[in-house]
């Protein structure tokens, strides 16, 4: 009876060793190698052609290329991006 008891054990080894690899099979595949899930997702990108860079080497010139530079603000970034959290 000793003997049938290590068999009983083997098995049930056996069995959570497959259910495991099994699941970590599945998971592979569902998240394509990569990490990512295999999920399409439409983004809207708008695409700027930056101004050509000006070689000037005068402050005159560098301080209105500059003023001229459009900058966002991370708040408006943040509210973008919690305004397309609340819509998932």
Request: net charge negative.
């Amino acid at each position: 009876m000793q003997n049938k008891k290590g068999v009983t054990e083997l098995v049930l080894i056996l069995v959570v060793v497959v259910v495991l690899g099994v699941a970590a099979f599945i998971a592979v595949r569902y998240f394509d190698f990569t990490g990512s899930m295999n999920k399409t997702v439409d983004t809207d990108i708008a695409v700027v052609s930056p101004s050509p860079i000006s070689d000037s080497t005068d402050v005159d010139v560098l301080e209105e290329e500059f003023e001229a530079t459009l900058t966002g603000s991370v708040d408006s970034e943040i509210e973008e991006m919690m305004e397309e959290a609340a819509s998932l």
